[in-house]
């Protein structure tokens, strides 16, 4: 499943350092608010998950990739293979850090927004980012390479009508003989308007981040209506 591929080739992507960056913005973010119980959706290994260790929040993932889940489980943390739509607790905040609502095609975006309001508390909050037009057409189309012990990546990417596919071919060499895995990834462009309009949320904060160029993402707080 090419999310599970996407799982193996993370730490060769390069985003080591934005991702740090946009964990410690969620934890700005979160520190605003009295929250005891967060659940992070699409949590990945769950690096984000391991920072709240320290402060007195109870947290739990859920993610698509089950390579994913057993990454962050190896780590001890709570996490599960789970759509938003299965779980049937509420928290004071979620949060779906790095692209993972890109990933959510257009069509079941309502549905995803409307599972994310039923797994809220009353007045809980929903913090998320998104990638700009301009983010994915000059920072994610394109293509790149990496090498790191026996794993060989190549990428390319391209962003038409709204939609970023992203083929990842992976060459891993065992004995001196090569396997080949290849999948390619989808992302979606939502406008910031989708959510000015829901009538279930109301946006409490609504910014462009300067990650890698200008405004190329937006990071936005919606507060359970
Ligand atoms: C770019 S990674 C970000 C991982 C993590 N949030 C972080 O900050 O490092 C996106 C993650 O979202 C997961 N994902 C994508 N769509 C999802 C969905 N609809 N529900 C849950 N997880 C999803 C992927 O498996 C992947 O682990």
Redesign the pocket.
Known sequence: MS??L??KV?HLLG?QES?KY??TL?TEVLYNYEIKTLL?????????MQTFDKYDIECEG????SL?VQKAQAKGLKVEH???CEVNKQYDAI???????N??HPN?LND?LSCVHDSLNEEGIFVFDINTLHGFSNVADGTMMAEEGNMFLCVDALFENNQLDTKFTLFTEEDSRYTKEQATLSQYFHSLQIFKKLKDFKVVKSAYLDMYDTKDKALIVLKKA
């Open positions: 999310l599970d996407y799982s993370e985003i991702t946009l964990h969620y992070d959706v699409g949590c990945g290994r769950g690096d984000l859920i993610d698509l990739s994913m789970k759509s938003i949060v779906a850090v790095f692209d993972v609502l990933f959510i079941e995803f």
